[in-house]
């Protein structure tokens, strides 16, 4: 609860409390002397009596004087009525008396309905007071929208904020420049779109670019996500739908941000009885037709984002809805040093720091990933007690994010030591016999994260978007460089390459069925693709051949496979003396890295001829 609801609150109580107060004084003040029945004969003998009220249990009278045992001279007073023959008595005396009936039911009906209406009342208070302050209005606006709104000054973010997605903002500068001056960009007769999604894989910043837009154009922002319009009663999503565009209309230029629209805008079902009629798909027919009511001319932008834009109702997307989509993807080696440059104004860095290097670290990796790594790099800095952060700092970070968190309290006997040094080094020698674009940053044996007891970090000279078979031959060779030093040197296998041993099979699977990378298979492709359009995990792949191509396809996984694994066995055969030496350094050292690294590898790079005529 705010804290001017609970002073609200205090108050009330406090008010309560007086009012109970002074009707106790007032009460005490005007009620009659109680006195014993004795004395009330005494007095009626001694004529002291003016009048009486007899009623079903007590006498009620005035006497000639104040009464005896008054502090404050009251006249008046109450006895409990003995008496049943007091009417002689009375009358003989000459008293004036009265009977009088009264009723109890008003009491009764007070002493039942006054606390029923104090608790009823104090109720709807604590109830209205959490509707107020709670998000989204609470319970006691379920059919509210709980779209929180944002002006120019709140957002507190702009296009500077946004960096590495440089199409994406130019394409939404043109919504900006809608919203500014819609006169200038209506004289030919063009209108603003009506929505435009945003798309793109996660911590890729749409959020961000979504608040920018609503921060440059200076007009309301309406967020919410997808998922807060459905809740368990029916209806109410259509009803949170219906009431969002009338509060963007009244303060309308506005922008109604939408995220996670997958949540709210996933494809019906044709088939009766799967749910074809269920509470979302009630919440989106609602936002269809708002989409189609509403007049662009009016000012307002439906912003949209996603990272699922394949299980998207197609009536949602077509054009006269979400006119435009823009894709929001993963930066490249630019857009990196951008994001990195946006997120290094928080920290103190070293006055000889190379952006360039550091983003060459983070092949792959989204906006929020690189946000992340500024932190841990700072924090890196922290710890060793540094006064800036360094280039140092940011590969520690990269390997706590990518390897996971160093493990030093994993003691590994020797001979698993020995294994994990040779597995490590026959990654490090294949790859730096058959790549040239992906040359080995580190090799370490110190056990990170939950399974990996060492690693070895490549890194890519530039972003690549396509691979050739030859690359991905290399690729798998590198992948079964650690199975090969293993069974090279010791003459076994062990479970520690299971998890290269099935990344190089899915490349062989997918180089077999879905690229066609195979002479005996075709040039066809026998399996969909198991991911979706932004490259993140799928349903997994839907197999389109028959049990006959399914073992020549089998055939030819096992056959890529053998081949890069012979490859590998065969760079390492050629380095025998060379892996063993670069074993004994790395259990003594633990890490190689930097110049001693380079010179080791430098001289792997001499066999590369011997290599490929193996291949």
């Not at 670290?361 to 690189?370: D, H, I, R, V, Y």
């Not at 706590?400 to 990654?427: D, F, M, P, S, W």
């Not at 294949?430 to 080995?440: F, K, M």
């Not at 044996?445 to 070895?456: E, V």
């Amino acid at each position: 609860m705010r804290r001017e609801a609970r002073f609200n609150l205090i108050y009330l109580l406090v008010a309560v409390g007086a009012l109970f107060t002074i009707n106790g004084l007032i009460a005490a003040a005007t009620a009659p002397e109680r006195i014993p029945y004795s004395r009330f004969v005494e007095l009626l003998e001694k004529k002291q009596i003016e009048e009486v009220v007899i009623t079903q249990n007590e006498i009620r009278g005035k006497a000639r004087q104040p009464v005896d045992g008054s502090t404050d001279g009251k006249r008046r007073f109450s006895t409990n009525r003995v008496e049943p023959e007091l009417v002689s008595a009375l009358a003989e005396h000459g008293v004036t008396f009265s009977r009088r009936v009264e009723s109890t039911f008003l009491p009764m009906l007070l002493s039942w309905v006054v606390p029923v209406l104090l608790f009823v009342g104090l109720w709807f208070l604590i109830a209205r007071r959490m509707a107020q302050s709670g998000p989204g209005g609470g319970v006691m606006a379920i059919g509210k929208s709980k779209a929180k709104v944002y002006v120019e000054t709140d957002t507190g973010v702009s296009f500077d904020d946004v960096a590495g997605v440089e199409e994406a903002k130019q394409e939404l500068r043109e919504v900006v420049s809608f919203l500014r001056q819609p006169d200038v960009h209506g004289r030919l007769g063009a209108r603003m779109p009506k929505g435009v999604l945003l798309v793109g894989p996660p911590g890729t910043g749409k959020t961000l670019i979504a608040k920018a837009v609503a921060g440059e154009a200076g007009v309301p922002f309406f967020s919410i996500s997808g998922s807060e319009f459905v809740e368990m009663f029916v209806g109410v999503g259509a009803a949170r739908v219906r009431d969002l565009f009338e509060q963007a209309r009244k303060q309308a230029p506005a922008i109604i941000f939408i995220d996670e629209l997958d949540a709210l805008g996933k494809a019906r079902s044709s088939q009766i009885g799967m749910g074809s009629h269920d509470e979302k798909e009630q919440t989106l027919n609602q936002l269809l037709v708002e989409l189609d009511g509403f007049d662009p001319a009016s000012g307002i932008v439906l912003l949209g984002a996603t990272n699922r834009p394949e299980i998207l109702d197609p009536a949602l997307l077509r054009a006269g809805r979400f006119d435009r989509q823009v894709l929001v993807d993963r930066p490249d080696k630019v857009g990196r040093i951008a994001i990195l440059q946006v997120h290094a104004r928080k920290i103190t860095l070293e006055d000889d720091f190379e952006f360039e290097e550091a983003a060459a670290l983070t092949t792959g990796f989204s906006g929020a990933e690189l946000a992340n790594l500024v932190n841990e790099a700072a924090l890196a800095a922290t710890r060793r007690g540094a006064e800036a952060v360094g280039l140092q700092d940011f590969t520690l970070a990269v390997e706590r994010i990518v390897a996971g968190l160093e493990r030093k309290n994993r003691v590994l006997n020797e001979r698993e030591r020995e294994i994990v040094a040779h597995h490590e080094l026959g990654h490090a020698f294949v790859a730096a016999a058959v790549t040239g674009d992906e040359p080995v940053h580190k090799i370490s044996i110190i056990p990170r994260g939950i399974g990996a007891l060492g690693y070895t970090i490549q890194r890519p000279t530039e972003d690549r978007f396509l691979m050739t078979r030859e690359e991905l031959e290399a690729k798998m060779a590198v992948l079964l460089g650690g199975r090969a030093a293993e069974r090279l040197v010791y003459g076994h296998l062990s479970t520690g390459a299971a998890d290269d041993l099935s990344k190089a099979t899915d490349v062989a699977r997918a180089m077999a069925t879905r690229y066609g990378m195979v002479d005996e298979l075709g040039h066809v492709s026998l399996e969909s693709e198991s991911s979706n359009m932004l490259g993140q995990p799928g349903l997994g792949a839907r197999p389109q051949y028959g049990v006959h191509t399914a073992d020549r396809v089998d055939a030819a996984v096992r056959e890529l496979v053998q081949h890069a694994h012979d490859r590998a066995l065969a760079v390492l055969k050629h380095n025998r003396a060379l892996l063993e030496d670069a074993a004994e350094q790395l259990l003594r050292v633990e890490t190689l890295e930097g110049g001693a690294l380079e010179a080791l590898l430098s001289r792997v790079r001499d066999v590369q001829l011997v290599a490929a005529r193996t291949a």
